[in-house]
T-cell receptor, first 114, second 113 residues
Framework: GEQVEQRPPHLSVREGDSAVITCTYT??????FFWYKQEPGASLQLLMK?????EINEGQGFTVLLNKKDKRLSLNLTAAHPGDSAAYFC?????????????FGKGTSLTVIP | EAAVTQSPRNKVAVTGGKVTLSCNQT?????MYWYRQDTGHGLRLIHY???????EKGDIPDGYKASRPSQENFSLILELATPSQTSVYFC????????????FGPGTRLTVL
């Protein structure tokens, strides 16, 4: 089955600095890619979803880059602020009919120091 | 806005006891999922369901059963709870079509003593 590796497991940056989290996956049939944010003690909230036809997606203060050739997905927080402190998870899904199983990375705990 | 609720939010159980975790969604999604989250493991899929009456094994189903009596409700059952099942459990719902995100509930923190 799909194997998703997420790096780094912990990341500490100063306010205003950039933070990059990367996931690599193994299944070439993976087609849908998601980033979730989990604040302490809370549930997972969708940050962004990326499909195979999209290479770069920009959100509010972050950019997602998908490189299908290298099977790599990255989340770049361009100017981190303390409110970005949270755990981030990537999720990868293959195109199946009838159900959609997500394969999650193990997460990155991001701390933004004021 | 998608709505997935879980009950209870916190549970302390004794080894060998039966535990039922409940999940309700008002999204009218066909698919529902149960995950557990442990430090160093991320989220791991326990059971999922395509719709009312169906349950399927995920990646780590041993020691767990699931029940989907209706479109809205999906339960996770620990018949004989063990300390290794101490974890945070998340329910999620999602559409059957590819490319759709999963919506997560608030989680249940289970401690098995």
């Amino acid at each position: 089955g799909e194997q998703v590796e997420q790096r780094p497991p912990h990341l500490s940056v100063r306010e205003g600095d950039s933070a990059v989290i990367t996931c690599t996956y193994t299944d070439p049939n993976s087609y849908y890619f998601f980033w979730y944010k989990q604040e302490p003690g809370a549930s997972l909230q969708l940050l962004m979803k990326v499909f195979s036809s999209t290479e770069i997606n920009e959100g509010q203060g972050f950019t997602v880059l998908l490189n299908k050739k290298d099977k790599r997905l990255s989340l770049n927080l361009t100017a981190a602020h303390p409110g970005d402190s949270a755990a981030y998870f990537c999720a990868v899904s293959a195109e199946n009919t009838g159900y959609q199983n997500f394969y999650f990375g193990k997460g990155t705990s991001l701390t933004v120091i004021p | 806005e998608a709505a997935v609720t879980q009950s209870p939010r916190n549970k302390v159980a004794v080894t060998g006891g039966k535990v039922t975790l409940s999940c309700n969604q008002t999204n009218n999604h066909n698919n529902m999922y149960w995950y557990r989250q442990d430090t160093g493991h991320g989220l791991r899929l326990i059971h999922y369901s395509y719709g009312a009456g169906s349950t399927e094994k995920g990646d780590i189903p041993d020691g767990y059963k699931a029940s989907r009596p209706s479109q809205e409700n999906f339960s996770l059952i620990l018949e004989l709870a063990t300390p290794s099942q101490t974890s945070v459990y998340f329910c999620a719902s999602g559409e059957r079509l590819g490319g759709r995100e999963q919506y997560f509930g608030p989680g249940t923190r289970l401690t098995v003593l």
